[in-house]
């Protein structure tokens, strides 16, 4: 028996939580709180699959086009990612609710594969290097430069988005 004023948790098979009332009924709370998004086994294994997806198509476009002098590969892949991360963040939001399948289809393309495909890594590494090699103002340049064109390739994206999912009766 729970001491007085304790209220007992029952864990749900979908990972949602119920609390009970205690046995002097008070603090009642009937309603369930679904278990949050990031601790969700479904929701990690799509985060998983995407981002293990993302990486692998990254590396294998490192493989076929590869860096000289400037990583321009890496620059490609990542004004590509901000671009349709933008474009897919704005499809989802103007389709309806962070829920269901618009929540799956966001952590599995866009947090998995869009976040394993870009690479802040990358960016900082091949920075470090053109700083290593004497190459100060190409470093500084390639680095805020690719800062500045992610946001500029991201406002592209929303939008396209925008344009493609533009609201029944919306005038245009």
């Known amino acids: 028996m729970d001491p007085a004023g304790a209220s007992a948790q029952t864990a749900r098979a979908d990972g949602s939580y119920s609390l009970r009332r205690n046995h002097t009924g008070q603090d009642t709370i009937d309603e369930i709180t679904p278990r949050a998004a ?25 493989l076929v086009l590869p860096d ?27 389709s309806g609710y962070d829920a269901g399948g618009r929540r799956s289809l966001r952590l599995l393309l866009g947090t998995g594969l869009l976040g394993g495909f870009t690479t802040y890594s990358a960016l900082a590494t091949d920075s470090a290097l053109l700083l290593h090699g004497g190459e100060v103002g190409l470093a500084l340049t390639y680095a805020l430069g690719t800062v500045l064109l ?6 592209l994206g929303i939008v396209l988005g925008a344009a493609l999912h533009r609201h029944p009766g919306a005038n245009g």
């Open 68 to 94: 000289g002098r400037l990583p321009l590969t890496t620059l490609g892949i990542n004004l590509l990612g901000a671009l349709l991360l933008g474009l897919l963040l704005e499809a989802l939001v103007r």
């Open 150 to 155: 992610g946001g500029v390739a991201t406002g």
């Open 38 to 62: 990031h601790l969700r086994w479904r929701y990690l294994g799509l985060v998983f699959l995407g981002g293990t997806a993302g990486t692998a198509l990254r590396e294998a476009l490192s």
